[in-house]
């Protein structure tokens, strides 16, 4: 179970690099979103904050994953970043839910493999 844990980490990590370097330095050739998809990409943009941000966070929990250095926080902030590609996969471009629901449903794995340390925020006090 170490060496899948780590593989499903790997793999996460270097899928949030490669998008989050992608975005910051426009590599290679973007598809033009088209309908609701471009309605919701337009507003994503002229919010000037959303996309940077999320790219961010993308990038630091990328390196952090393949690094394996500070997983545990880094599996809790991709949380909402994964549910939100997954939502917007599922609902405005269903051909990408695949690798959306792999991506989320490892962040969950990585969650669960570390489940330990997440029961403090649980616990009744």
């Not at 609701?36 to 996309?51: P, R």
């Not at 940077?52 to 809790?76: W, Y």
Request: aromatic share 12%; glycine share 8%.
């Amino acid at each position: 179970m170490k060496i899948a844990t780590i593989i499903v980490r790997v793999l996460i990590g270097l899928l949030m690099l490669f998008a989050s370097i992608s975005y910051f330095f426009k590599f290679g050739e973007q598809p033009a979103p088209v309908g609701d998809m471009k309605v919701l990409m337009d507003g994503f943009n002229a919010s000037k904050y959303i996309m940077p941000l999320a790219k961010a966070i993308e990038l630091i929990c990328g390196l952090s994953f393949v690094t394996g250095k500070f997983i545990k926080i880094s599996a809790v902030l991709l949380v909402p970043i994964t549910l939100n590609i997954l939502l917007i996969n599922v609902f405005m471009m269903p051909e990408g839910t695949p690798i959306a629901a792999a991506l989320f449903l490892g962040n969950l794995f990585i969650i669960y493999r570390n489940w330990d340390s997440y029961k403090g925020l649980f616990a009744a006090n």
